[in-house]
């Protein structure tokens, strides 16, 4: 493993090259996929890196299967499936807003607890959704009632008509605000990918219900720490950007972790003031190739990503088709320590073909970028469970 210099003051100095090959190692790239997956590595893979967001986009696969692909391979989806949504005993996830709406492994539910007795207080939430906590509480604790006495609901059951994926109605803001302060949590999603509600008691299982409520600070600090632990090495903002805390509620823990140990500082050319895992790896070199969801954590926060890999990044699903630079569901390509690649790809399921539109190499894209790149799409067509006849457009180089 490599060291780190110390510069003056004892601050650790790490080269860039360095500072990526902590972040992938953080990430799971530095191990080895495995030639068969099993429940185990997929159940590692989420404890690593501590959640899946989830997106509803389905162009390819929705965004929270693709995480866990992209480090293990072919895994089974209906791992995740009965993880997330699966019978009671099974259950090793919950949904809830950490990074954006996010599955999350049942450890973490005691150190959100503090954000959802916020919402309950009325102070978190989303615009219209604050009212529910105060004026309107009667109304929304008749639709909990509801719930409490018809079991699962979703939004569409109260409503006349399906209601659009951003025009929430007033029955779905009530739901979201129950849901996140913690009177409900997901049961289920239905084939339309539409959330299905109930008690929370009714869902988490009762250990982890039981679980000891943290204190605010010492919640908070937990996030942060398991933050550190996923990237490795990550700025302030990157500490806090993982479970989308403020600089009021991050801060603090990131300076009692720097106290204690767990964390350290670094300084790496190009990059802010940064921070180090005190268990962070430090391999001398990485092979690693995956292809990389959206919304992946290596590249959700895409500043860091353009710091790290010098890539910068925008999904274009809402760009014009005739303003998009690289495609409409565009997934960047790892092979070894850098981002070669950016592919646009399409499930088409009638047709039972993986579609790959467009494929633009990077400038210093290496000359096995797209023999690997052939392969890794393979394996995607593989898991998809779908035909793929090998080609793509012209690569171009940005």
């Known amino acids: 493993m490599a060291r780190s210099a110390v510069a003056a003051g004892g601050v650790a100095r790490e080269t860039l090259a360095q500072a990526r090959r902590i972040a992938l190692a953080a990430q799971g790239f530095a191990d080895p996929r495995p030639a068969t997956p099993s429940a185990a590595q997929f159940r590692r893979t989420l404890d690593r890196i501590g959640l899946f967001q989830i997106d509803s986009v389905n162009v390819l696969a929705r965004a929270h299967y693709l995480p866990a692909f992209s480090r293990i391979g072919s895994y089974d989806p209906d791992w995740l499936d009965r993880a997330a949504w699966g019978p009671r005993r099974e259950r090793r996830m919950f949904e809830y807003w950490a990074h954006e709406a996010s599955l999350l492994p049942l450890s973490l539910h005691p150190l959100l607890r503090w954000r959802m007795a916020r919402a309950d207080r009325g102070e978190a939430g989303y ?71 109930d008690l929370t008691e009714r869902v988490i299982p009762p250990a982890v219900l039981a679980l000891p409520t943290p204190p605010e600070d010492a919640a908070r600090r937990g ?36 106290e204690e140990g767990v964390l350290r500082q670094v300084q790496v050319p190009g990059l802010p003031p940064a921070f180090v ?117 012209v690569v171009d180089r940005d």
Not at 232 to 251: M, N
Request: charged fraction near 30%; glycine fraction near 6%; hydrophobic fraction near 45%.
């Open 223 to 258: 996030l942060i720490a398991h933050a550190a632990a996923a990237l490795g090495i990550a700025t302030a903002a990157d500490l806090r950007d993982y479970f989308r805390l403020s600089p009021a509620d991050g801060d603090p823990a990131i300076a009692t972790l720097l």
């Open 127 to 197: 615009g219209r959704m604050r009212v529910f906590a105060t004026e309107r509480r009667s109304e929304a604790m008749a639709l909990l009632a509801r719930i409490r006495d018809e079991g699962p609901l979703a939004a569409s059951d109260f409503e006349n008509g399906r209601p659009g994926w951003w025009e929430w109605s007033e029955p779905k803001r009530m739901l979201e605000w129950l849901f996140y302060a913690g009177h409900l949590t997901t049961a289920t999603r239905r084939r339309s990918f539409e959330r299905v509600y």
């Open 277 to 393: 895992h005190r268990d962070a790896r430090r391999p001398r070199r990485i092979t690693a190739r995956a292809l990389l969801a959206p919304f992946d954590p290596l590249v959700w926060e895409r500043t860091r990503a353009e710091r790290l890999f010098g890539f910068r990044y925008r999904i274009e699903i809402y760009t014009p088709a005739e303003k998009r630079q690289h495609g409409y569901y565009v997934l960047p390509f790892l092979l070894n320590e850098r981002l070669v690649a950016r592919v646009d790809a399409k499930a088409d399921r009638q047709a039972g073909r993986l579609l790959v539109p467009a494929v633009h190499l990077e400038p210093e894209a290496p000359p096995e970028t797209l023999p690997a790149l052939h392969e890794e799409l393979g394996l995607l067509a593989g898991w998809l469970k779908l035909e793929w006849d090998g080609a793509w457009p």
